[in-house]
């Protein structure tokens, strides 16, 4: 199991993060403790989360992602999930949030 990391980049207005590895319990806090504050801090309304290189995630993970959607939610944005392996689909569908192919089809859900 490959340790968790995730890459930010923000581009006209959008966060764009791609997740790494295993969305358990230390990949959990730095979404809740970094990512999150960092998106009510700045007032992030759009975000696209990449999961192309998710390789497991656990209900503690899955809880992060719901506090993600939250904040952005609480910005009136929008978030949109893409490239979500099938074995990690079923795990988030429940969920609720969008789904896209990759990014670029993300980005047009949007509707910015």
């Known amino acids: ?9 923000y581009n006209k207005g959008i966060l764009f993060v791609r997740l ?3 969305l358990s319990k230390k990949g959990s806090f730095k979404l809740n403790n970094y990512l999150v ?3 009510l801090k700045h007032r992030i309304k759009y975000l696209v989360c990449n999961l192309f290189n998710l390789e497991d995630i656990d209900e503690i993970g899955i809880n992060a992602l719901l506090n993600t959607k939250c904040a952005i939610k609480a910005n009136k ?21 969008k789904e896209a192919r990759n990014e670029t089809s993300a980005l047009s859900l949007m509707r910015i």
């Open 77 to 97: 944005g929008k978030i949109v999930l893409c490239e979500v392996p099938n074995d990690i689909n079923k795990n988030i569908r429940r969920l609720r949030i």
């Open 37 to 39: 504050p960092v998106i």
């Open 20 to 22: 790494n590895g295993s």
């Open 1 to 9: 199991m490959k340790m968790f990391n995730m890459d930010l980049e």
